[in-house]
């Protein structure tokens, strides 16, 4: 058998294995595991590293299938080298309740599956920041422990996809030349012809961003090699424009948008069969070619055993520093800095924006947790997320901690989950909280693979003022509350902003958003208390001494408001009581007892917050009264913006007042 023969039955084995398995589930995407099985072949025999016995080897080179939708590709490759989580078994499963073989790749559900993919262009910009993290591993930790290459298999609608042009032109910026994207360039997405949407010259995009750009033929294995050892030679990142054919093998379907997202049906399967001479039953494949793919498999164990004896030989505190890194471990001198530091505000009290006062707490944790990345999208000045211990990192020097993303919301929060699934890192960046909106994709995915990335994000309401309601979140703290295993904060004061960046940090398997004012606010916890009370979500911050007959329920900087209107209610003889609410999640995570302990009894339940009522009746009910935003917000100072639009005390008092019939 030639070498050409070999390599044709083996990435036969792929092509089938998608075909069967897209068959029986009758559902999935046989035609890219179809097109890119040459790629696939001679990318995992002959380029990656990797090792199926030890999947999480920090220094295996990571493979992303940007295309989620061509799953079976992956989930073949990955039965095929021998990876313990994909047998048989899970690939005849495809796509059912339970199986690991999902839809599309899902972090987690697999060891070999490196994050999840489907909403394109997502993978391309997760690769960005898992280049970036390799180099500021490397950097600190040096080749010998960290030097691994970051693959991309991405379509055409990875391409089209907006996301791509921020997340190329910041690699490319960067010049990330370990990250190597292979474009399976078939011509076709599901409503037909690329052509019939898009003529953009993909290669000169690319090269216009600072990219190396090779072409090549797809399905010529010695060509695809070819490119990538140069792709390897380059000092940019390359995009390999590998020419494919949709459906390869398959007589009336290849080529066609017919092969793309449906099963091809037993007559097209038996004619692909034949012409690509395959003889074999359904998820049958030959002990000779299940043996040479199990050899690839173990083609790096060398390496990885070469790597381990680098790593005995590293002294011990470098060994003992990369692993805590890896596992995620917070330093050992990070709890008794932060409780420090919230002693001195305690006897301090000070008042501060709470976008300053988060770069205040920021400065004590860069000091002793020196694995955070942080980054702004080109708000550095507004977010205020640059400390003393970050300095930037440029295209020449990966030594620094700063990242200066550009305006790239929606590229810097993918390739923020990238750096946190690289790991080692912990990655945190700025943004206004109104373009959560373009962050939103990426922080949902984070939230789904449970990554911890945290989002500063300033500005947080009609507070902003004179930017006007282009600027002015309403309705973002609703909407980023909906996403399920998010941590949405909302500190009062620079106490809770420390005691929000703790939980944040503290939390490994999710992301955090920290909603932070332009102006400024008082401090409101008047004594030191080791306890962190916004690990609660809700919390009593003012306690009536009589039977409350007002509750009032705040967040972030309405807790002020709601603090003012206390003092006048209890002057006017009305027992009440202040709750300061930072996070619904975590107060949701409370037991039954004590959250209606917090939610209380009083007869007149108020909720102001400068956003939209939704989710606030959990705490009022539906007759309670809500002190806030209905609509968008103006133009204007901003104290002027919270008379007009109601949001005072005054208005509480009143509410209160009119409610209690006093």
């Known amino acids: 058998m030639t070498d050409l023969d070999k390599h044709q039955r083996m990435a036969n084995a792929i092509r089938f294995l998608a075909i069967d398995a897209v068959e029986q589930a009758k559902s999935g995407h046989p035609g890219l595991p179809m097109g890119a099985a040459d790629i696939a072949t001679v990318l995992f025999t002959e380029f990656l590293k990797f090792d199926p016995t030890a999947p999480n080897w920090s220094d295996r080179d990571r493979f992303v299938l940007s295309a989620g939708h061509g799953s079976m590709l992956l989930y073949s490759l990955l039965y095929l080298l021998g990876y313990e989580d994909f047998s048989l078994e899970e690939i005849k499963n495809f796509r059912q309740l339970g199986a690991r073989t999902a839809g599309h790749p899902e972090f987690g559900h697999g060891a070999g599956i490196e994050t999840t993919t489907g909403p394109l262009g997502q993978g391309l910009g997760n690769a960005v920041g898992m280049a970036i993290a390799e180099r500021l591993q490397s950097t600190r930790f040096g080749g010998d422990l960290v030097d691994h290459y970051t693959y991309v298999l991405a379509g055409d609608g990875c391409l089209m996809e907006g996301i791509s042009q921020e997340a190329l032109s910041l690699a490319g910026h960067l010049k990330l030349n370990k990250l190597i994207v292979i474009w399976d360039d078939n011509g076709i997405s599901i409503d037909g012809k690329v052509e019939i949407t898009d003529s953009t010259d993909q290669q000169a995009r690319f090269a216009a961003s600072g990219w190396n750009t090779l072409s090549v033929d797809g399905h010529d294995p010695v060509a695809i090699a070819a490119a990538i050892r140069q792709a ?76 381990q004896k680098r790593f005995a030989e590293a002294d011990a505190e470098t060994r003992a520093e990369f692993e805590r890194r890896n596992r995620g471990d917070l330093p050992a001198g990070y709890a008794a800095a932060m409780m420090d530091y919230k002693k001195k505000l305690a006897e301090e009290q000070p008042t501060m924006a709470t976008r300053k006062a988060s770069e205040a707490v920021l400065g004590v944790i860069n000091e002793v947790v020196p694995e955070t990345i942080g980054g702004s999208a080109d708000l550095t000045g507004s977010n205020n997320t640059k400390t003393a211990q970050t300095a930037p990192v440029t295209p020449d020097d990966f030594s620094g901690r700063y990242i200066h993303y550009g305006i790239r919301e929606h590229g810097m929060a993918a390739a923020m989950n990238g750096i946190a699934l690289h790991g080692g890192l912990v990655p945190y960046s700025g943004g206004f909280l109104i373009f959560s909106d373009y962050c939103r994709p990426s922080i949902r995915l984070a939230a789904l693979m449970g990554q911890r990335v945290i989002h500063v994000m300033t500005h947080d309401s009609i507070g902003l003022g004179e930017d006007g309601p282009t600027h002015q979140p309403v309705e973002h703290f609703a909407a980023l509350r909906a996403i399920p295993n998010l941590n949405f904060f909302r500190p009062a004061d620079i106490t809770e902003t420390l005691e929000c960046w703790q939980l944040s940090l503290e939390n490994r398997n999710g992301p955090s958003v920290l909603a932070l004012t332009r102006q400024n606010l008082p401090s409101l916890r008047k004594t030191f208390e080791e306890d962190n009370f916004c690990a609660r979500g809700a919390y009593v911050l003012i306690d009536s001494e009589d039977d409350a007959a007002v509750t009032i329920f705040a967040s972030g900087s309405e807790v002020e408001i709601a603090a003012d209107a206390h003092k006048e209610l209890t002057e006017a003889g009305i027992a009440a009581r202040v709750v300061s609410v930072p996070s619904f999640e975590l107060f949701e995570a409370q037991s039954d007892d004590y959250k209606a302990a917090v939610i209380g009894t009083s007869p007149v339940k108020i909720a102001v917050e400068a956003g939209i009522r939704m989710g606030w009746d959990r705490f009022i009910g539906n007759d309670g009264v809500f002190v806030g935003m209905t609509g968008f917000g103006a133009s204007a100072p901003y104290k002027q913006l919270y008379e007009h639009f109601g949001i005072t005390k005054e208005a509480v008092v009143a509410a209160a007042k009119e409610k209690l019939g006093a």
Request: aromatic share 6%; charged share 20%.
């Open 232 to 307: 390897q030679a380059s000092d940019r990142p390359t995009l390999i424009a590998a020419k494919t054919t949709i459906g390869f093998g398959a007589p009336t379907k290849a080529g066609t948008a017919k092969v793309h997202g449906a099963p091809l049906g037993a007559e097209e399967i038996a004619g692909t069969r034949a012409a690509l001479n395959w003889p074999h039953e359904p998820f049958e494949v030959p002990s000779d070619i299940l043996d040479a793919w199990r050899i690839a498999g173990l083609r790096s164990a060398l390496a990885h055993k070469d790597w």
